[in-house]
């Protein structure tokens, strides 16, 4: 604990001895420190507070404080730097007539990030024109640092949005507008709420969600002690290294087998099933129209790969592009957000009938998370995610509704997806709870 702050000490005399244009400092730590960073993010007073571990975990980063904020990342190109990163995320729904309070997007360039990349660790600090804020957040970090432990949650009540009654009735409005339009697909969510008798810590669930859901981007954002968001997705909405991108179709689910038979037997069923193939290939589609203006070129998986998580499977195909001069993360972000995976096809007409019909907001859920900077950006889809308020947590799912598709599937569907972060909170419904 002591090399670590002594690094941190270092690293604030770097920073008090900058010249004056030089806008980063850091300072490279002989080992891993003694604790998790997740442990370390929770322990920390500087708000907002971000962790990102992409989906290989080569990369863990912990960013604290904010320099500068964005509503809109597109002008944080002006002032980022070499090895600057803007961190955050776009909603789903935010600045619509539906959800007028959340906001649209939310990026911060931080004052302090600690990052691993692979086994090299550093600490690094962002000063830009205010180098007094940056010190501010370094002097104020905590040097006691405790282990999280699991969650122990008692929960009072349990609650769908749409319960099972309206979800039947949606799923029938869903297909009567494929039935009678060109739309091709909706996807519909639930949000399950849990009332707890004593609050969790947002990086308690993080940490455990972690340990268990493998092959996961997992996130945390913190704007304040009240309000995180937080999520183990599966799902890239694209990764972009200079001129190259790489994003994927993940659409098509099954549970998880009892035994290693019944697994393969599900795994099977998916790969061969007409319905989660279509609606594979839908995204697929989607993705390589939306990518017109702005690859030159794109190759495409010629076959589906089979996903296997903790809970659920899901197909996926890969798709890498060369991009046109001149693009960057933003306009992809606008290109590729929301997918057909999390909204249907085409985009304009399936998210005009999630507004109108979907009894709740989705804010974050469905939205995306990740970083922009001028040399790459990464994005992942905000799902298997929850949204933590004190003693409230919600959580959320969606199933793709296409012709065939069953009310009474897709809600067993929903319990599985949900089941990633709800089986780490408790592992029975109380009694009484609505379904």
């Not at 962790?51 to 980022?80: H, K, M, S």
């Not at 096809?345 to 709740?360: A, D, G, M, N, T």
């Not at 469905?366 to 040399?375: C, E, K, L, R, T």
Request: glycine letters at 6%; aromatic letters at 8%; a negative charge.
């Amino acid at each position: 604990m002591s090399d670590f702050y002594h690094s941190i000490n270092t690293l604030i005399q770097k920073v008090e001895s900058a010249e004056a244009g030089v806008t980063r400092c850091s300072q490279v730590l002989d080992g891993a420190p003694q604790f998790g960073l997740v442990d370390w993010l929770d322990a920390q007073p500087v708000f907002p507070k971000f962790y990102w571990q992409p989906r290989n975990a080569e990369e863990e980063v912990v960013a604290l404080g904010q320099l500068c904020t964005f509503l809109d990342p597109a002008p944080a190109y002006q002032i980022l730097s070499e090895n600057q990163r803007i961190w955050g995320g776009r909603s789903f729904d935010g600045r619509t007539d539906k959800n007028p309070r959340c906001m649209s997007s939310f990026f911060f360039l931080p004052q302090v990030e600690l990052i691993r990349q692979n086994e090299h660790w550093q600490l690094a600090a962002n000063i830009n024109d205010d180098k007094e804020k940056t010190l501010d957040c370094l002097r104020s970090l905590q040097h006691s640092v405790s282990p999280l432990m699991p969650v122990e949650a008692s929960v009072s009540t349990l609650s769908h949005c749409p319960d099972k009654q309206q979800w039947s009735g949606l799923i029938d409005k869903a297909l009567n507008e494929i039935n009678e339009t060109a739309v091709k697909k909706i996807v519909l969510a639930r949000e399950t709420t849990l009332e707890l008798v004593e609050p969790i810590k947002p990086a308690q669930l993080l940490k455990m969600s972690a340990g268990k859901n493998h092959d996961s981007y997992h996130f945390l954002l913190a704007l304040d002690e009240k309000h995180s968001f937080l999520g183990s997705t599966p799902e890239r909405l694209y990764q972009r290294t200079e001129k190259t991108l790489y994003t994927e179709a993940l659409a098509g689910t099954s549970g998880r087998g009892e035994s290693e038979g019944e697994d393969r037997e599900l795994a099977s069923w998916l790969k061969n099933d007409v319905k989660n193939l279509v609606e594979n290939q839908y995204v697929v589609d989607d993705i390589l129209e939306r990518l017109t203006l702005c690859a030159d070129e794109t190759r495409v998986d010629n076959q589906v790969q089979l996903v296997k998580l903790r809970k659920v499977q899901h197909l996926r195909r890969r798709i890498e592009a060369n991009l046109k001069p001149g693009i960057n993360g933003v306009h992809l972000l606008g290109a590729l957000q929301p997918t057909a995976a999390v909204a249907g096809l085409p985009r304009h007409e399936s998210k005009r009938f999630i507004e109108k019909y979907e009894p709740f907001r989705r804010g974050w859920y469905a939205g995306s998370v990740g970083y922009i900077s001028h040399q790459k950006a990464e994005f992942c889809v905000a799902i298997r995610s929850a949204l933590i308020q004190g003693n409230i947590v919600k959580l959320y799912a969606g199933a793709g509704i296409l012709p065939g598709s069953e009310a009474e599937n897709e809600w067993t569907e929903l319990d599985k997806k949900v089941s990633t972060l709800l089986s780490l909170i408790t592992d029975q419904y109380p009694q009484g709870a609505a379904s």
